[in-house]
């Protein structure tokens, strides 16, 4: 049955006949838009032409003549009017008549691709409901209950054809109790994310984390990473270490591990110690942010007029900020000081990830320079001076293989694992909101 409509619909699309009113109806549009416009122009130049005319009679003519003149101007302008009126009208009904003559092809042709559209649909439901997957107290759910869940409701393409779903499907179907099961990456790295060779890393979130969300139900395994960035873990409760503080604004050291605003499932963060510490204090309070894993310099402002002229100097880009990073590897041949310009956007399928989009990324740029080089640990530490903001926008500039193809030591989501990231934000220099003076914060990376 799909298969006929298909050649209906290519049948009908490629007629003659419809071509020829296609056309027709172009034609008629284009000549519609001609002549409106013409008319209008029209109308538009005899209105200059009465304007200057009425200047001119009203020093020549007497009061009771000027009052007869401007009667005569005013039917002239209603003549204009009705001439677009006219033109209007006849356009519309020639259109009307042009797309009524198309409608008798176009109207079975979106019947057809609507009846297509739910066939099609209905035998990939089928489908799907065929797609199961087992668990190991032996449950068995189709790929459409398993997503009905997500944000999409629907499986992505590809859904279920990964490794690891089909590993623990042959091992359940099989009566095996799988021990230990991890993914890495093998080969070169693909062009937009950021995978490293021999890397492992977690399932995707869009296609294999709903599947096996369900197929390792009954089985105890760690938590998924991506779920502990910035959200789940339990805060890092140390004190905050006090930069500097006047009447109007202060500096905080940001310990690594703490959030700087409240996530959906953690309210410690700086704001909050802030806000219960400072009770008085209006505004947003937090000129900008660093990821919970990033420690270093975060400025507070404590009124909303100082809050906003600092956050004017960061969208006008004139505050200078300087992050030190350790990264696993050596430079080897790349240049020890240049600029990074790889745009970034979110990576819908493996949140909170990032990747690199030349489409529909926005602008992300970093100069970066080396500083040291551990050739014993095998290990290079930077300086970075990012000019845009973007998430994960150091991490990835400094991971990604047309970045430095280098992963910050401790990196969880585009390295590996250590007992911290490796990034700190130890430099900040902008101007005083209130005595326009020169401030410049520094902390020393503890690394």
Same mark, same amino acid.
């Given at each position: ?235 890092? $409760?140390? &004190?905050?270490? +006090?930069?500097? @503080? ?5 500096? %905080?050291? !940001?310990?690594?591990?703490? *959030? ?43 009124? $909303?007029? &100082?809050?906003? +002229?600092?956050? @004017? ?5 004139? %505050?200078? !900020?300087?992050?030190?990073? *350790? ?121």
């Amino acid at each position: 049955e799909l298969n006929k409509m298909n050649l209906r619909i290519e049948e009908l699309e490629n007629d003659p006949k419809r071509i020829e009113l296609k056309t027709a109806l172009d034609a008629v549009k284009e000549r519609a838009m001609i002549s409106l416009a013409a008319a209008k122009t029209q109308q538009k130049e005899q209105k200059k032409k009465r304007q200057v005319l009425r200047e001119q009679m009203r020093e020549e003519l007497s009061p009771e003549d000027f009052v007869v003149f401007e009667a005569d101007l005013a039917q002239e302008s209603a003549y204009y009017q009705r001439q677009v009126k006219q033109v209007k009208a006849a356009s519309t009904k020639e259109l009307k008549h042009a797309q009524a003559s198309l409608d008798e092809f176009e109207i079975e042709l979106q019947e057809l691709k609507r009846r297509r559209g739910e066939k099609s649909n209905s035998l990939q439901n089928q489908s799907l409901q065929q797609y199961q997957f087992l668990n190991i107290n032996g449950q068995r759910k189709s790929l459409l209950p398993i997503f009905a869940d997500t944000p999409l409701q629907r499986p992505p393409p590809g859904a279920g054809d990964c490794a690891a779903p089909k590993l623990l499907q042959q091992a359940f179907v099989s009566g095996f109790k799988p021990i230990a099961m991890a993914e890495f990456w093998y080969g070169d790295s693909p062009l937009l994310e950021v995978r490293k060779h021999n890397f492992y890393y977690p399932a995707c979130r869009g296609r294999c984390e709903p599947i096996l969300r369900h197929m390792l139900q009954g089985m105890n395994v760690e938590d998924n990473p991506l779920d502990l960035v910035g959200e789940e873990v339990e805060s890092n $409760k140390t &004190s905050l270490e +006090i930069v500097f @503080e006047d009447e109007f604004i202060m500096a %905080v050291n !940001k310990p690594n591990e703490m *959030l700087s605003t409240p996530g959906r499932h953690q309210e410690y963060s700086v704001y909050t110690i802030i806000k219960e510490s400072y009770p008085s204090a209006t505004g947003p309070l937090l000129v900008h942010r660093l990821d919970m894993s990033t420690s270093g310099v975060l400025l507070i402002a404590k009124d $909303k007029d &100082s809050h906003q +002229i600092l956050q @004017e100097q960061f969208i006008n880009r004139t %505050v200078k !900020k300087r992050y030190t990073a *350790l990264l696993e590897g050596l430079f080897d041949n790349r240049e020890e000081k240049g600029f990074i310009d790889l745009p970034l956007a979110l990576d819908y399928l493996n949140r909170p990830m990032q990747k690199v989009d030349y489409n529909e990324g926005k602008a992300a740029q970093t100069f970066y320079e080396v500083v040291d080089t551990d050739l014993e640990k095998n290990r290079t530490k930077v300086h970075f001076y990012p000019r845009t903001g973007r998430t994960h926008q150091l991490r990835v500039h400094a991971a990604h293989e047309q970045g430095l193809n280098l992963p910050i030591v401790g990196d969880d989501i585009y390295g590996q694992r250590n007992e911290r990231l490796h990034l700190h934000a130890d430099f900040i220099e902008f101007l005083h909101p209130v005595t326009n003076k020169t401030m410049t914060f520094s902390v020393k990376a503890p690394f």
